[in-house]
């Protein structure tokens, strides 16, 4: 067995396994007639309690498509997807989520966002509220509490639904390329502020990117997906201790992993790239 | 700068007195005609005349209570057309079965005319204010029903998402998901009908009626009095603009985060 992320403190101690995926395809029907696109080839894949782990890969390798059977969105084609030993058969609280499209409820405050799930599982207000405002604090978001989505940023939309989906405090968060579509700076910032929180509260992360240096930074783990159909090709050790500075993507061992995960990925983005 | 471009945004004031400046066009291309006499005045009352009609209507005629039971009516009919339509078409938005079930045969009576009904239904409901809300109910329940589905239907498919993996129910999605994500849709969608709905209360007025602001105008077609008439239309685009107002304006209060 594995150790646990190196630099944790519970360095040694032998992992629980959190998720496990165990042969999960995933074939499109085809439109109007068409051959059915295969999304998936069978994937195994388990991640430990309380691991970082990144999925890499280039556009339109299955890796959202993987992540939405873990959350439930999806159904696999083949196999099946195991939270704590229990067969997932669609979405539920316990596996929180974070989408690249601003998913916030554009009716709701930011409040009563993060609050959302606490309501729907039937929190007492008293305690709604000071979860909330512990989440409020946690994602910088305090003095915003009235605001509507509409009036925030993208970063600030991403960090409160980052905290909506903390505050229900799910065994397993899972994001889905949450910082795609900010710009450099804020996407650095954003993945401090995770990384942080989850330093802090260590919480399984499945976490969905393109971007290379976003996935080392971010992990403990990196998983590296093939061009259609999605296979695992490399699954990658970040041996990169904790708490992480930002400054630790001028390291050398960062920038060697980088060139390791360009090697990988380059090659595949050619493939995808042909077959488009 | 040119502030005539297309797309280019009109300032407050401005906007008032622009849309006023085509209410004086309108009189005063009005008056011109009749007072002008360019046009008979047995075909088409003066802005003068109408004014007089319109005030002695009022204060001999009791044209205010026949007003009153237009109003009531409208919102009568409305109302219940409301009451069905709008549930009905959260489900079948929400429920796609439910949708299969009903739209095909909506779809088709959307198209049958309230107007065509009214003959049948004072048969059935005889020449009281029920046949005048089944006129009314007729004319907008389908359209409500429709409309509201599809508002429904198409609310953001990761909204939803994100809602069950927060742990919403089913209802929890209908209730704190679809409805408050297209209620000012749905709210839009009546206002839209409303107005048709005058138009249907004023077809029923003029069949078999003997009160209501439809009721006066096929009266003073058999006097010729067309200020009269003028008078009875232009009261009812009145009451529509006024109704217009207080539903935009109950649509800014309730949903604010509409316009943040």
């Not at chain 2, 502030?3 to 945004?9: D, K, N």
Request: charged share 20%; net charge neutral; with cysteine.
């Amino acid at each position: 067995m594995r150790e646990i992320v190196q630099g944790s403190a519970q360095g040694g101690v032998h992992e629980i396994v959190e998720v496990s995926v165990e042969g999960v395809a995933r074939v499109f029907p085809g439109n109007r007639g068409g051959a059915p696109v295969q999304a998936l080839a069978p994937t195994d894949l388990q991640v430990a309690k309380n691991d970082f782990i990144t999925i890499l890969g280039p556009s339109g390798c299955g890796k959202s498509t993987l992540l939405r059977i873990v959350a439930g969105l999806d159904r696999p084609s083949a196999g099946r997807v195991l939270v704590e030993g229990r067969e997932v058969r669609g979405p539920g609280p316990d596996r929180g989520m974070v989408f690249q499209s601003y998913t916030l409820f554009p009716w709701l405050t930011v409040a009563e966002n993060i609050g959302f799930g606490l309501r729907e599982r039937g929190v007492p207000v008293a305690q709604r509220q000071e979860i909330v405002a512990a989440y409020l604090d946690k994602v910088g978001l305090r003095g915003f509490e009235g605001h509507y989505p509409k009036q925030l940023s993208g970063g600030m939309q991403q960090r409160t639904a980052i905290a909506r989906a903390l505050a229900n405090d799910p065994a397993i968060l899972l994001l889905d390329e949450p910082f795609g579509a900010l710009d450099n700076q804020t996407r650095g910032l954003m993945q401090e502020l995770l990384l942080g929180i989850w330093e802090r509260e260590r919480k399984t992360v499945v976490f969905v990117t393109h971007d290379i240096e976003e996935a080392i930074f971010m992990a403990s783990r990196v998983i590296v997906m093939t061009a259609r159909p999605g296979r695992i090709k490399a699954d990658v050790p970040v041996d990169l201790g904790h708490p992480r500075h930002y400054t630790v993507k001028t390291s050398p061992e960062f920038s060697r992993l980088k060139a390791q995960l360009t090697e990988e990925i380059r090659a595949e983005a050619v493939l995808a790239a042909r077959e488009h | 700068m040119s502030r005539f471009r297309p797309l280019q945004p009109v300032g407050g004031p401005a906007r008032v007195a622009l849309g006023l400046s085509f209410f004086v066009l309108f009189v005063a291309v009005w008056a011109a005609a009749t007072l002008g006499g360019l046009v008979p005045r047995t075909f088409l009352a003066d802005p003068v005349t109408m004014v007089q009609d319109g005030w002695l209507l009022l204060t001999r005629f009791g044209f205010a209570s026949d007003i009153g039971v237009t109003v009531w009516r409208v919102v009568g009919g409305f109302l219940l057309a409301s009451a069905v339509a709008v549930p009905l078409g959260v489900m079948m938005g929400a429920y796609k079965p439910v949708e299969a079930f009903f739209e095909p045969f909506v779809s088709f009576a959307r198209y049958l005319p309230a107007s065509a009904f009214v003959p049948l239904l004072i048969l059935w409901a005889g020449i009281g204010e029920t046949q005048k809300l089944l006129v009314i109910f007729i004319g907008s329940v389908f359209q409500i029903i429709l409309m509201v589905a599809v508002a429904v239907g198409n609310v953001r498919r990761d909204l939803v998402e994100a809602a069950y993996t927060l742990g919403a129910s089913d209802s929890g999605i209908i209730r704190r998901v679809l409805l408050p994500a297209t209620a000012p849709e749905i709210a839009e969608i009546l206002r839209l009908v409303l107005g048709w709905a005058w138009t249907y209360v004023i077809v029923a007025e003029l069949i078999g009626s003997s009160s209501g602001i439809g009721h006066m105008i096929i009266e003073s077609q058999a006097l010729l009095a067309t200020g009269q008439i003028i008078f009875g239309i232009i009261v009812i685009g009145l009451i529509g603009l006024v109704s217009d107002f207080l539903f935009k304006a109950a649509n800014r209060l309730l949903f604010p985060w509409k316009l943040a």
